[in-house]
């Protein structure tokens, strides 16, 4: 099921085609949010819908910036990339700047050095030299890139562009929708609770009931025993409530 993120600009919500549009258009896109609102979701069902179709989708990457600690240029995170998946990068890179390749990099805060300071201008510059390779790789493609992160990395929107080397204007500015709507809940549910057919049992559900994405997502998946309409919600979590 796909979530909307929202321009930050407007307030207005877009969906996954929404951005791939944008993607085909060589746009830069930022998506930043808290952990377990979606962005490496996003990430992946932009990737899914791109590869499904690779005759008239332009050719599309996928890094996980958490595997690229230290790098300074952007070659050398694509070729570690390659050599993760056990390719050879080399004919790659000789056109890696073309127009018909769409990147998208996940989890610029995770790129970051473990170096620090308690003067702030220094834990700027440290910010700014811990993502040099994503600003080179950014610099450098003609095609469009995605780029997720925490929001809270960069103390700010101007900072974040500066370091890098996007401006303002050329940049599309998302941010996650922070929980499920209760239609969004109530389709999830629907999705995957046989039971849970209607919006009856939607409104049987407590208050307590996260509705971050990933926290629905890891409930669902190791601890399915909870979603239980008839017996756990009102006999177990009963107790305390």
Same mark, same amino acid.
């Given at each position: ?93 000789? @056109?890696? !700047? #073309?127009?018909? %390749? ?6 610029? +805060?995770?790129? $970051?050095?473990?170096?620090?300071? =308690? ?61 499920? @709507?209760? !239609? #969004?809940?109530? %389709? ?6 046989? +039971?849970?057919? $209607?919006?009856?049992?939607?409104? =049987? ?37």
């Amino acid at each position: 099921m796909s979530m909307y993120h929202i321009y930050k600009k407007t307030g207005q919500a877009v969906d996954i085609n929404g951005i791939i549009n944008l993607l085909k258009k060589g746009k830069r896109v930022i998506l930043t949010g808290d952990f377990g609102l979606g962005k490496s979701r996003c990430v992946k069902q932009i990737f899914d819908t791109l590869t499904n179709d690779t005759v008239s989708n332009p050719y599309t990457i996928a890094i996980n910036l958490r595997d690229h600690w230290g790098a300074k240029r952007a070659t050398e995170v694509l070729d570690r990339h390659f050599v993760e998946l056990g390719l050879e990068a080399k004919n790659f890179i000789k @056109t890696f !700047e #073309q127009p018909n %390749t769409i990147y998208l990099l996940d989890g610029f +805060d995770e790129i $970051g050095t473990q170096s620090w300071s =308690s003067d702030p201008r220094k834990m700027q510059h440290i910010r700014e030299i811990s993502v040099c390779a994503l600003k080179d790789l950014i610099h450098k493609v003609q095609g469009g890139v995605l780029i997720t992160g925490r929001e809270y990395y960069f103390n700010s929107d101007k900072e974040m562009l500066s370091s890098l080397g996007l401006s303002e204007e050329q940049t599309v500015l998302l941010e996650c929708q922070h929980e499920f @709507t209760d !239609e #969004q809940l109530l %389709t999830f549910i629907s999705q995957n609770l046989p +039971d849970a057919k $209607g919006k009856e049992e939607l409104e =049987s559900l407590p208050e307590w009931l996260p509705r971050r994405p990933l926290v629905i997502q890891l409930l669902l998946k190791y601890a399915s025993d909870i979603f239980s309409i008839d017996y756990a919600l009102d006999d177990i979590c009963g107790f305390w409530y």
